[in-house]
């Protein structure tokens, strides 16, 4: 059983599908688990005029600060649960691996939109490059919520 699930989580409900099942093997396991959020990396942002209005880093700041208040609030159906909250910055496959390697997640359970085929080859899937490149069982679920 595992003891250390990582959930990503995108801020949509498809993906957020997933954590009453991961609540669930949480409770019944002991397990701790850890919501992750990845934003894309933030640039300096500007008036119309062209004058910075937030650094970089001010803007990483505030996306972290909003991203954590997410998780939190996504993580309420987790109550019982040892629950952690990381928010990293970059391509979000690469960046769901790393947090597994750092968190020495046991389990990563994503959710699926279920796409195949063309639609799947064309727009390529997080969840999809997670299963292929980990080295830890990835649970792959799909939720029959109707998509965002």
Partial sequence: MAKRILVPLDQSALAESVIPVVADAARGGAATVR???????????????????????????RLEAEAQD???TAGLPLAGVAVEYAVRF????REILLEAEAFD??????????????????LGSVAEQVFRKSDVPVMLYHSRRSKD
């Avoid at 062209?50 to 990483?60: H, N, P, S």
């Fill in 35 to 61: 919501l992750l959020h990845v934003a894309p990396e933030p640039d300096n942002r500007v008036d119309p005029e062209g004058r910075v209005v937030a650094y970089a880093d001010q803007e990483m700041a």
């Fill in 90 to 93: 970059g391509e979000p496959a």
């Fill in 105 to 122: 997640a046991d389990l990563i359970a994503v959710t699926t939109a279920g796409r195949s085929g063309l639609s799947r080859t064309v």
């Fill in 70 to 72: 997410y998780l939190r």
